[in-house]
């Protein structure tokens, strides 16, 4: 099992920059991707970002690409997402998730292949 506890959410004008951060503990030595995902109110949850196991390769969404960056520190076993130039269509709770069987590239913007799920930490920005 891996639990992942995010954090970093919170209040922001448009414009403005946020880090979030996700902890991971339990079998974080099999862990995998590692990608983020948000869910507006009333929407669908998305796909955000990817980070290889080794933090090699990254994939973003087109929606932030540009505007944010995914990393990974695997000694504190922790990912992170700094989102910059944040618009008010960037509100949403931010999940981390996490899997540790192989993802094929075609699916890991789906929901379906994670294993693992945060708890979601709040993301707003107001205009």
């Known amino acids: 099992q891996v639990q992942l506890v995010e954090s970093g959410g919170g209040l922001v004008q448009a414009g403005g920059s946020l880090r979030l951060s996700c902890a991971a503990s339990g079998r974080t030595f099999s862990v995998t991707i590692m990608t983020w995902f948000r869910q507006a109110p009333g929407k669908e949850r998305e796909f955000v970002a990817a980070?290889?196991?080794?933090?090699?390769?990254?994939w973003y969404a087109d929606s932030v690409k540009g505007r944010s960056t995914i990393s990974r520190d695997n000694a504190k076993n922790t990912v992170y997402l700094q989102m910059n130039s944040l618009k008010p269509e960037d509100t949403a709770v931010y999940y981390c998730?996490?899997?540790?069987?192989?993802?094929?590239?075609?699916?890991?913007?789906?929901?379906?292949?994670?294993?693992?799920w945060g708890q979601g930490t709040q993301v707003t920005v107001s205009s």
């Open positions: 980070v290889s196991a080794s933090g090699g390769s990254t």
């Open positions: 998730a996490a899997t540790n069987r192989p993802i094929a590239i075609v699916r890991l913007r789906t929901t379906t292949p994670y294993d693992y």
